[in-house]
């Protein structure tokens, strides 16, 4: 009932402990994936790192790390048009610039911008729309440099404790920052943002830190606290360890999706907005769970 997938068996030599300023060494992340799709009874993966709606990308050049989650809008099914398509060849498109080596790491706005122009330029239109998250790790400058668009999001926890977090874009209720294409006669009728609307920063990261790359899927359902008691299970450092809790925190965050009794983060914000809503919310659920360690080529 659930799919995980790997990259980069590294040996995860990381610390608890800060560095100083002058550590010589490359940086790297071990990652592990695993999520849900709603109607997981169809299967959770589908091609290309696509769970439901949701879709993923883990991606390596020279000198970066990058990863990216991103979440279809669902509203285009009742159009006819299948939104898992416009995630996926987002997020592959994404893929594919990193491995050829055209990006810049510290500007993962650009990764963003140049995969959805490439959309937009595709011959037979792709419609859709999604949100978007990207992060990249620069290996030598030990830097995290991130560009969130809507309600996915990212945490980088370090100690126990949530240092750094991405901020939700939202219109209004439950109508997040998206990345769209429509045909010409919806133009201006369906919601669009440009990808320069992402909210981008750079922080430095340090060996041990680890960075939880998620869709709305396990926000909506998973407050921090939660989250972070999954966290304190990650005793070792290696990727089967990894695996394990990111697995975990799916498979905790697709059981409370669908507990009528549970007041989950996205019936709180539903209350805090005038409406009276209770439980989780069963939506497609995408987890990429980092640890930040020393380069091993």
């Known amino acids: 009932m659930f799919s995980v997938l790997s990259y980069g068996r590294l040996v995860a030599r990381a610390v608890l402990g800060g560095l100083s300023q002058t550590d010589s060494r490359d940086y790297s992340l071990v990652t592990a994936s695993c999520g849900f799709g709603k109607d997981f009874r169809k299967g959770i993966l589908k091609k290309g790192m696509c769970y439901g709606d949701d879709a993923c990308f883990i991606a390596r050049h020279r000198s970066a790390d990058v990863l990216g989650v991103a979440d279809g809008v669902g509203g285009w099914r009742d159009y006819g048009v299948d939104p898992s398509q416009f995630s996926g060849t987002l997020m ?143 005793k070792n450092t290696n990727y089967e360890s990894i695996q394990q809790t990111a697995r975990s925190i799916a498979e905790q965050a697709h059981v409370l999706a669908y507990d009528p009794n549970y007041m989950s983060p996205f019936a709180q914000f539903a209350c805090d907005n005038g409406l009276n809503v209770r439980g989780g919310k069963p939506d497609d659920i995408t987890v990429l769970l980092s640890i930040v360690a020393e380069y091993t080529d």
């Open 92 to 234: 592959r498109t994404c893929e594919r610039l990193v491995k050829e080596g055209r990006f810049m790491p510290s500007n993962p706005v650009g990764i963003l911008t140049t995969s959805y122009y490439e959309l937009l330029q595709n011959k037979v239109p792709l419609l859709g729309s999604s949100t978007a998250c990207i992060v990249v790790l620069d290996r030598h400058s030990h830097r995290l440099h991130t560009a969130n668009l809507g309600d996915s999001g990212f945490l980088v926890v370090r100690g126990g404790e949530v240092v750094h977090r991405s901020d939700e874009q939202q219109h209004y209720f439950n109508t997040p920052f998206q990345l769209s294409i429509a045909p010409p006669e919806a133009e201006g009728a369906v919601l669009s943002d440009s990808p320069d609307a992402a909210d981008s920063s750079s922080f430095d990261v340090q060996l041990g830190d680890i960075i939880l790359t998620a869709t709305d899927g396990l926000f909506d359902n998973m407050p921090d606290y939660m989250i972070l008691q999954e966290l304190k299970k990650l």
